[in-house]
């Protein structure tokens, strides 16, 4: 699976929106982007996939460039409840379907 | 309420006294997976199930044992526990993880001592 870089942090003010960055320079042509968050030491939550068209859901908006080196997450309207660590993961998923998580970045919302 | 649930929540216990993690989901997911997660290490898959009695080895599967009678159901056994096994483990369950994602249990903190 292909490695991704994300900032270590980020902040925003609350109501703004959050944009977190993913580079993943060495994604190939089956692999996804999946975006995760945890929550302190919660579980973590799925927000969002996608292989090359930009996608949207009740959490987040996902843009995926043309050449899929990189994508951005775009949460419109950040509360304090989106203080979390958001994970970018690339997969293939093959037949162990597993996540690969790195270090993620750890976004604050500010009041 | 759709949810992953684990239990205990928080385990503190001997070196090789066995125990068992408890993960159970309602949602009549065919795919389960253990993971833990560690410092600096980020979240690992100990072992996964594409449904009932079948399992396969993860990226850490050493010193744990799962099984999968039933579909809601995907213990987690730890047969001669140790303290490199102290960690925080996550249960994950998904009808279609390709499409859909995972949900995620609240996370079991073990303690072996």
């Known amino acids: 699976d292909a490695k991704t870089t994300q900032p270590p942090s980020m902040d925003c003010a609350e109501g703004r929106a959050a944009n977190l960055p993913c580079n993943h320079s060495?994604?190939?042509?089956?692999?996804?982007v999946y975006w995760y968050r945890q929550i302190h030491s919660q579980g973590p939550q799925y927000i969002i996939h996608?292989?090359?068209n930009n996608e949207t859901n009740e959490m987040a908006s996902l843009i995926i460039t043309e050449d899929r080196k990189s994508s951005t997450l775009i949460l419109p309207h950040a509360t304090l409840r989106d203080t979390a660590v958001y994970y970018c993961?690339?997969?293939?998923?093959?037949?162990?379907?597993?996540?690969?998580f790195g270090s993620g970045t750890r976004l604050l919302v500010r009041p | 309420e759709a949810q992953v649930t684990q239990n205990p929540r928080y385990l503190i216990t001997v070196t090789g006294k066995k125990l068992t993690v408890t993960c159970s989901q309602n949602?009549?997911?065919?795919?389960m997976s253990w993971y833990r997660q560690d410092p600096g290490l980020g979240l690992r898959q100990i072992y996964y199930?594409?449904?009932?009695?079948?399992?396969d080895k993860g990226d850490v599967p050493e010193g744990y044992k799962v099984s999968r009678k039933e579909k809601r159901n995907f213990p987690l056994i730890l047969e001669s526990p140790s303290p490199n096994q102290t960690s925080l483990y996550f249960c994950?369950?998904?009808?279609?993880?390709?499409?859909?994602?995972?949900?995620f249990g609240s996370g079991t903190r073990l303690t072996v001592v």
């Open positions: 994950a369950s998904s009808r279609n993880p390709l499409s859909i994602g995972y949900t």
């Open positions: 060495t994604i190939s042509g089956n692999e996804y």
């Open positions: 996608g292989l090359k």
């Open positions: 993961i690339v997969s293939r998923m093959d037949s162990s379907y597993k996540l690969i």
């Open positions: 949602m009549n997911h065919e795919y």
């Open positions: 199930s594409m449904n009932v009695e079948v399992t």
